[in-house]
T-cell receptor, first 111, second 113 residues
Framework: TQLLEQSPQFLSIQEGENLTVYCNSS?????LQWYRQEPGEGPVLLVT?????EVKKLKRLTFQFGDARKDSSLHITAAQPGDTGLYLC???????????FGKGTSLLVTP | DAGITQSPRHKVTETGTPVTLRCHQT?????MYWYRQDPGHGLRLIHY???????DKGEVSDGYSVSRSKTEDFLLTLESATSSQTSVYFC????????????FGPGTRLTVT
């Protein structure tokens, strides 16, 4: 199994602060996906990064795929309470059919 | 939102009883997946399907079986439930396999007493 390590595990910040969460692996992935999960719901896809070095922006969220395609980061600018949730990264496993998920970063943004 | 429903949404059952969870989609997606989510472990793949009657094991398949007789339905069966199978179970679908977006259902919270 290709492991994805996410850090930090927990993050509690105040509204307006910036933050970065990380997704690292010793394996190369053809692509990585980022999901956000709110309590009591299933994960929802935010973005897919495919090319090494790629940067994608989704409003205040910036996603980066490492040059070697082994790691990725998610930066949130001026966090809002609505950003609260569990952020998961996932990469295609060796089977090619299924995703391997990291354990996630649990983010709490307080007003 | 992708049309995925899971039933039941909550279930409490006793150790040793069989349990079947149902995932139903209206998107006609080829791929369907069952995951379990536990604190400290994240999302782990149980089984997946890449077509009608085509299924394969995931990372944590012991104690679980699946069936897919129609494109829209993917059933997960716990033949004899154990307390270690207490978890939240998510179904997901995708159109083109793992590299494409996966859409998740709302989850089923299963408690085995």
């Amino acid at each position: 199994t290709q492991l994805l390590e996410q850090s930090p595990q927990f993050l509690s910040i105040q509204e307006g602060e910036n933050l970065t969460v990380y997704c690292n692996s010793s394996s190369v992935f053809s692509s990585l996906q980022w999901y956000r999960q709110e309590p009591g719901e299933g994960p929802v896809l935010l973005v897919t990064v495919v090319t090494g070095g790629e940067v994608k922006k989704l409003k205040r969220l910036t996603f980066q795929f490492g040059d070697a395609r082994k790691d990725s980061s998610l930066h949130i600018t001026a966090a809002q309470p609505g950003d609260t949730g569990l952020y998961l990264c996932a990469g295609v496993g060796n089977s090619g059919y299924a995703l391997n998920f990291g354990k996630g970063t649990s983010l709490l943004v307080t007003p | 939102d992708a049309g995925i429903t899971q039933s039941p949404r909550h279930k409490v059952t006793e150790t040793g009883t069989p349990v079947t969870l149902r995932c139903h989609q209206t998107e006609n997606h080829r791929y369907m997946y069952w995951y379990r989510q536990d604190p400290g472990h994240g999302l782990r793949l149980i089984h997946y399907s890449y077509g009608v009657k085509d299924t394969d094991k995931g990372e944590v398949s012991d104690g679980y079986s699946v069936s897919r007789s129609k494109t829209e339905d993917f059933l997960l069966t716990l033949e004899s439930a154990t307390s270690s199978q207490t978890s939240v179970y998510f179904c997901a679908i995708s159109e083109g396999g793992a590299a494409t977006a996966q859409y998740f259902g709302p989850g089923t919270r299963l408690t085995v007493t």
